[in-house]
């Protein structure tokens, strides 16, 4: 009996081949159909995220502005922050021809998720290291490139700046109009005049 259903379903399978090869076809391409449309959807996700950031000029989900040095350093101990970096604006250039450059002392972390991480060089040490995109450079004069000197001025507290500064790295501009140009914090520290606390 055993044996009798053996040749049977041999001879079902043999006279069915074609259509159990499409059967089995079908099931392949349907696989790969939902593979496809879940990997598309993801990706179009991801891709709509980083525009949205991009946009908006950060990853972060938020920020705090006009933190004491103290407040600052509690966000440490802030158990519903998974990152967070410094940014402290200092002005917009004034001796620019078309591009609009904001100065900012930042840390590595708020370089990061500003977009303006030096892809060429490296973050800024010294107090005249500064990171900006290759459109700011131009824009001020000078091809960008790794030691290249550049006199930034600007205004602070009523009082104006020009400094001669040496760019330590840079990256490429995401935007035709306004870059970032930031310092390390041994800026900061070198010019405690223009990071005054005036606020309430």
């Not at 259509?19 to 349907?30: F, K, Q």
């Not at 000197?149 to 840079?170: K, L, N, P, R």
Request: glycine share 6%; proline share 2%.
């Amino acid at each position: 009996m055993k044996n009798m259903l053996n040749v049977l379903a041999g001879h079902s399978f043999r006279a069915s081949k074609m259509r159990n090869l499409i059967a089995v076809l079908a099931i392949m391409l349907t696989a790969i159909l939902f593979t496809t449309v879940t990997t598309i959807g993801m990706g179009a996700m991801d891709s709509m995220t980083l525009t949205m950031q991009m946009l908006k000029g950060s990853r972060s989900d938020g920020d705090f502005r006009n933190m004491t040095a103290e407040q600052f350093a509690a966000l440490e101990d802030a158990n519903f922050i998974e990152e967070y970096g410094l940014r402290m604006p200092v002005g917009f250039l004034t001796n620019t021809s078309r591009h609009n450059i904001e100065f900012d002392v930042m840390d590595e972390t708020q370089a990061e998720l500003t977009f303006c991480a030096p892809s060429h060089g490296s973050i800024p040490q010294a107090e005249n290291e500064i990171v900006t995109s290759d459109a700011a450079l131009r824009d001020l004069g000078v091809e960008p490139e790794v030691g290249t000197a550049v006199t930034i001025a600007f205004t602070a507290h009523g009082q104006e700046y020009q400094m001669d500064m040496v760019v330590s790295g840079w990256f490429e501009a995401a935007n035709e109009q306004v870059s970032m140009m930031w310092a390390g914090t041994a800026f900061r520290d070198a010019h405690p005049d223009i990071f005054k606390f005036t606020y309430n």
